[in-house]
């Protein structure tokens, strides 16, 4: 039981973060493909595997599956920053 709750806190973060995408693109035509273009960006994509990896090797021991689940939304989160710092000028 407590490996299916811990895969829900990721579910609903992962699912608000679409949901914010959706609403914003319904408000503003095109500002889903702005807000993830991190996807398109290798040292982006790069950083996020990374940190997607690192967070299954720690974690793995400790949560198990569940791991993989926080893995790839940090991985994400991780990816989106690096790539929203990389266009400062």
């Known amino acids: 039981m407590a490996a299916d709750s811990s895969l829900l806190a990721p579910a609903i973060v992962a699912a608000a973060l679409v949901i914010r995408t959706a609403v914003g693109e319904l408000r503003h035509p095109g500002s889903a ?26 974690g793995w021991h400790q949560a198990g599956p569940a791991a993989a689940a926080w893995a790839l ?7 989106h920053l690096v790539h929203r710092d990389g266009n400062r000028p």
């Open 33 to 58: 493909r702005e807000q993830w273009a991190f996807a398109a960006s290798r040292r982006a994509v790069a950083a996020g595997a990374t940190t997607a990896a690192a967070v299954v090797l720690l």
């Open 73 to 79: 939304l940090i991985g994400a989160l991780t990816a």
